[in-house]
Nanobody, 122 residues
Framework: QLQLVESGGGLVQPGGSLRLSCTTSGFTLDYYAVGWFRQAPGKERERVSCISRSGGSTNYADSVKGRFTISRDNAKKTVYLQMNSLKPEDTAVYYC???????????????WGQGTLVTVSS
């Protein structure tokens, strides 16, 4: 059973940084692309970033390019999202998701995490 657990969310001031972690179990992470999504209050869920199985290919939403960095450590079964220069509009619940057989994660992945709340506010 594919399981993903996010951690690292919290309250941060504008301009600050957070690192989210997505710890996986129940499957071999090496065979799955992983993505980070977010959903702000009253808005649809959007994909923020994704990383291929090997980590050789990454993708970012225009709104976070240059500020967020996705990475993975398959040996630790963990995927990270380093978020810098955070803005109030980055406030959302952040989810990680895994999908096999693709370079990047689609909107219908094989498994979702439960989410972690990020609040950017002074």
């Amino acid at each position: 059973q594919l399981q993903l657990v996010e951690s690292g969310g919290g309250l941060v001031q504008p301009g600050g940084s957070l690192r989210l972690s997505c710890t996986t179990s129940g499957f071999t992470l090496d065979y799955y692309a992983v993505g980070w999504f977010r959903q702000a209050p009253g808005k649809e869920r959007e994909r923020v970033s994704c990383i291929s199985r090997s980590g050789g290919s990454t993708n970012y939403a225009d709104s976070v390019k240059g500020r967020f960095t996705i990475s993975r450590d398959n040996a630790k079964k963990t995927v990270y999202l380093q978020m810098n220069s955070l803005k109030p509009e980055d406030t959302a619940v952040y989810y990680c998701a895994a999908e096999g057989g693709r370079l990047c994660v689609s909107s219908t992945p094989d498994a979702w995490g439960q989410g972690t709340l990020v609040t950017v506010s002074s």
